[in-house]
């Protein structure tokens, strides 16, 4: 059984005050999900003003134990316990918080309302538990603090952190995990390391409310990070998404030996709208992730469960699109797909020029040469969400540029004509595809869609952008899909593969 708890509201779609609580929800396919009663409420004076972000460790007994940052009832942030009540139950329903809390109280040096977000816990080989922490130190120090303890109750803090800077401002959601040797799809689980294993770890960036991760080095004896290849500013970071996702988690997945990271997609529609909905932010579809063959960069993919709702299939091989072409993909509904694409470009001339200080930045690159705009090599992709007419569409597409002897390639989410209302943030998302085109002269893109949910994984992964999108004809008319290409230069279709998408049943009221 998965379990899945989540920061949850019971009283409104907003954060509420002080009504947070941990929603619960299990699964035993990662798709499927019963919701369950909440799992921890704000009922104590250590988290009276709200049960917020924490993680689960299996204890070597195969309990779970919950560590989870409380608001007390004097507006501090402090790190709690909470252990299941009986743990023989397998839905795992009701948990007990003891009165020893709080395990971990706030630091002297740090504000009230910087302190939170345990992750899950690991043991080094000297058998201490250590779990890491989001602070601000000193006021202006963004830290990952590492506490150890030897029965969970009691923690002392390590001297040295296991990240911080002053430039980034408070970084959340600290996610540290060691990955397999490049190239190996395994996953691995929190294991003691003298230095030698490649580890990631994953910060939030609470002022670009972006995920950012480096593979380093993580030493259990001092209990330190050393990124490779990278300075201590953790934006400068490779991006987990260069969309609509922020504070993600992982964890490892014993049962098929893999590590899947779960992302947050929160709202980019008006607040009086998700009011009115009663609901706000989805998580996305669970993806595997691994370290990539060059020991640089993860690739994720959604993982294989996500095929069981794949129905009705259509596919194309070897179609051209000419330059201005746009082939509509025929029998499949637009609202709910998964489409698979590899692009052949056949050949590499003509590819625009681009500029150093246009590689700083490919968000506004995407903006500046957005999907209509024609280029040499691209833009070409897929045309999603769109209405008949056209008027409404989210655009997904590569655009090649040449940098001195090499090629970069460029991918986009382009969301300024994704719907025709004025009130919602309609962005061009944007990042390089870190891969090497001008051996390969093709590229692959799968791209879900989820009525509000676009997710597409550029390069087998190595480039992901999840978006929001509400477009206003999905009321009224059903949404096409197509392949485009507004390049000089044609590309050819090597394969096309897309389907229809059951709908997973997720927290269906009364189904037992």
Not at 313 to 326: A, C, F, R
Not at 426 to 440: A, E, H, L, Q, R
Request: charged share 20%.
């Amino acid at each position: 059984m998965y379990h899945f708890f989540y920061q949850y509201n019971p009283h409104g779609a907003t954060w509420g005050n002080g009504n947070l609580s941990w929603g619960h929800s299990v699964s035993v396919d990662l798709i499927n999900w019963t919701a369950l009663d909440t799992a921890l409420n704000p009922d104590s004076p250590f988290d009276a003003n709200g049960c917020w972000s924490g993680s689960a460790t299996i204890l070597p007994d195969g309990h779970p134990a919950m560590l989870y940052t409380g608001i007390d009832s004097a507006g501090n942030q402090v790190q709690n316990v909470a252990f299941p009540k009986n743990a023989s139950d397998p839905l795992l329903r009701e948990w007990v918080k003891p009165d020893y809390n709080p395990v971990i109280p706030l630091p002297k040096d740090v504000v009230h309302d910087n302190f939170r977000d345990p992750s899950t816990a690991w043991r080094g080989r000297d058998g201490l538990w250590r779990v890491a922490i989001a602070a601000k130190v000193n006021v202006s120090v963004g830290s990952t603090l590492v506490y150890r303890s030897k029965d969970f109750r009691r923690w002392e803090r390590n001297a040295a952190p296991l990240y911080e800077s002053s430039a980034t401002g408070m970084v959340e959601c600290p996610d540290l995990f060691p990955v397999a040797e490049p190239g190996a799809q395994d996953g691995l689980n929190c294991v003691p390391s003298n230095g030698a294993a490649r580890h990631v770890l994953k910060l939030s960036v609470m002022a670009t409310t972006q995920d950012y991760y480096v593979v380093g080095r993580y030493n259990d004896t001092a209990d330190t990070f050393e990124a490779a290849d990278a300075d201590n500013d953790s934006r400068t970071w490779r991006r987990l998404d260069y969309g609509h996702v922020y504070a993600s988690k992982s964890f490892f997945d014993a049962r098929k030996n893999r590590r899947v990271l779960w992302g947050w997609a929160n709202e980019s529609d008006t607040e009086a709208d998700y009011v009115a909905r009663g609901w706000s932010g989805v998580q996305t579809v669970p993806r595997k992730i691994w370290l990539d063959s060059s020991g640089k960069q993860l690739l994720q993919w959604p993982i294989k469960e996500i095929e069981m709702l794949r129905k009705k299939k259509v596919g194309l091989l070897g179609t051209e699109i000419n330059s201005g072409g746009l082939n509509e993909i025929i029998g499949v509904a637009g609202s709910q797909a998964d489409v698979e694409v590899v692009f052949k470009i056949p050949t590499l001339e003509g590819a625009e020029n681009i500029e150093p200080n246009e590689l700083l930045d490919p968000q506004k690159l995407c903006g500046m040469k957005g999907a209509s705009m024609s280029g040499g090599i691209g833009p070409f992709g897929l045309l999603v969400l769109a209405s008949g007419d056209l008027q409404e569409h989210t655009s997904v597409f590569f655009r090649v540029f040449k940098h001195g002897d090499k090629y970069k390639v460029l991918m986009c989410t382009d969301l300024t004509r994704s719907t025709t209302r004025a009130d919602v943030y309609k962005p061009s998302y944007g990042g390089f595809v870190d891969m090497d085109i001008k051996n390969t002269n093709s590229i692959s893109l799968r791209t879900l869609i989820d009525h509000s949910v676009v997710e597409s994984f550029g390069g087998g992964g190595r480039a992901c952008i999840t978006a929001r999108v509400y477009p206003e004809h999905m009321a009224m008319s059903k949404s096409h899909m197509y392949m485009f290409n507004n390049g000089t230069a044609a590309v050819k279709v090597s394969k096309l593969e897309a389907w229809d998408m059951a709908t997973a049943n997720v927290n269906v009221a009364g189904d037992g």
